[in-house]
């Protein structure tokens, strides 16, 4: 990776990161469908017109399946899960279970596009799952006194991982070549069409306020249209493996945008969770070798 791709990876973590922050800022008002529409569909309107000044609408005739499902899995639904966790959890915390996204997109290239696991990264995905396991202990609804909100937010945060690995091996299969400012404007859009009738059935009573619009218009400004331009450029330059360890980084910056602005605590279990997770990432992404696991296990 370039020294240009590492700063992109790194600017790319604060977004993502001030991403968590913004979300538990306007779920409240709006509720998770009502935001995850109006972050990609606000996105769409921002990125349409660059699309069309760069003629290159034709791309979203031409791939829209392709695009339909990276926009159900990479934003319609896990944006309506992380908003629905960002009103039980902490930013950092759903940010640390985001971080298993490089975990789930090992597993789904293994299963679907046949890429061999060695034996280091098979440990690396065990060790990523019990750092998660290890972070919902406490909410888990069979232990006496949980908070079965908050199990059920984390429960949504790793469904909504799963569909970013899925989403970053669907890219791969049937998006490579296809110009990242079209694979981003086309999957916002399709994620807005598919959002938009259950948003307006969870349409907010109440006018949401001014912090709430404001967090819902940098969610869609800058988390969403100048991110997802930013991550399949990077991605159609140092591939989606590559790319997706941008969510090594986005813990640290959540946990700090979310210490600095709404004072969220940093307790002992957070670090000592995040701390296995990253380890199992680093197996699971082979940034860690050792000779006598090189080999690939069978599938």
């Not at 973590?13 to 995850?36: C, V």
């Not at 680093?282 to 000779?291: E, F, M, P, T, Y």
Request: with cysteine.
């Amino acid at each position: 990776m370039k020294l240009f791709d590492l700063g992109e990876l790194v600017l790319l973590a604060a977004l993502w990161g001030a991403s968590f922050l913004f979300m538990r800022l306007g779920a409240q008002e709006f509720g998770p469908l009502a935001l995850a529409f109006v972050r990609v569909g606000l996105a769409s309107v921002l990125l349409l017109p660059l699309l069309a000044s760069r003629g290159q609408l034709a791309e979203l005739r031409t791939h829209w399946r392709g695009l339909l499902v990276v926009g159900a899995l990479n934003s319609a639904i896990p944006f309506a899960l992380f908003s629905f966790a960002a009103m039980s959890i902490t930013a950092g915390l759903s940010s640390i279970v985001n971080a298993t996204t490089p975990l789930w997109t090992a597993v789904v290239a293994f299963a679907w596009l046949g890429q061999g696991l060695t034996r280091l990264r098979v440990l690396g995905l065990a060790i990523g799952f019990a750092g998660v396991t290890f972070l919902a202990w406490d909410k888990a609804s069979f232990k006496p006194g949980a908070d079965h909100a908050g199990l059920w937010a984390v429960l949504a945060c790793a469904v909504a991982t799963l569909c970013y690995g899925l989403a970053a091996n669907a890219t791969r299969r049937w998006l490579t070549g296809v110009p990242p400012l079209a694979v981003a404007t086309g999957s916002q859009a399709a994620a807005a069409l598919l959002l938009v009738l259950p948003a307006l059935w969870q349409w907010p009573v109440a006018l949401p306020g001014a912090v709430a619009w404001g967090s819902a218009l940098a969610l869609a400004s800058l988390c969403t249209a100048l991110a997802y331009l930013m991550y399949f450029r990077l991605m159609s330059r140092v591939g989606p493996t590559n790319a997706v360890s941008v969510t090594f980084l986005i813990p640290l910056f959540a946990i700090l945008w979310g210490w600095l602005f709404l004072r969220e605590p940093v307790t002992a279990q957070m670090l000592m969770g995040g701390a296995i997770v990253l380890v199992g990432i680093a197996l699971a992404l082979g940034l860690v070798q050792s000779s006598p696991f090189t080999r690939p296990s069978p599938r």
